[in-house]
């Protein structure tokens, strides 16, 4: 840790070992499902904040490059952001920074504020995608979905996620 360039190294050798591992995984399934999709989870701090490689073995540009898509945790609310909106924006423009970033990124947006257990209004969601479309996002997700009690709501949000009312991007 005293050396920042070989830190700087080790980290990365973490990050690239544990997406390997995944390409071994995701060649055994191929064998089985050949049409099979991958996707990871990443932390926003990782597309972000380049130094969050040193603590969360995740790097964007090495996501992109071994998984079709890249779910990235667009919560605002659970990282405690003064601005929603404009840390939104924020992470549309870190994404779109790396090559193909915006194309296969799935903006996974929150439901809930976890702390404390609150529902967010289906409207806030849709209004978040609607942004985040105008930046040039392509895909979307949201989490949790309560479907006991329709939250949030389905007939609502089915507009802001829907390819039927989307203007689909089609191909690689």
Not at 7 to 12: C, M, N, P, Y
Not at 32 to 55: C, G, H, Q, V
Not at 131 to 151: E, K, S
Request: cysteine-free.
């Amino acid at each position: 840790r005293r050396d920042k360039a070989l830190f700087q190294r080790w980290s990365r050798l973490k990050t690239e070992t544990l997406a390997g591992f995944t390409d071994e995984l995701i060649q055994r399934v191929k064998r089985f499902r050949p049409d099979i999709k991958t996707s990871r989870n990443i932390y926003a701090m990782a597309a972000l904040d380049p130094e969050a490689e040193e603590w969360l073995a995740q790097s964007m540009d090495i996501f992109l490059k071994h998984y079709d898509y890249t779910a990235l945790m667009a919560m605002p609310y659970m990282e405690k952001a003064s601005n929603p909106e404009q840390w939104l924006r924020d992470l549309v423009k870190a994404v779109e920074q790396h090559e193909g970033g915006l194309r296969k990124t799935v903006f996974e947006l929150q439901s809930i504020k976890w702390s404390p257990d609150n529902k967010l209004p289906t409207r806030l969601l849709t209004n978040q995608m609607r942004m985040l479309q105008g930046l040039g996002a392509v895909n979307f997700g949201y989490y949790p979905d309560d479907f006991v009690t329709d939250h949030p709501k389905l007939m609502d949000i089915k507009s802001g996620i829907s390819l039927e009312n989307y203007p689909y991007i089609k191909g690689p």
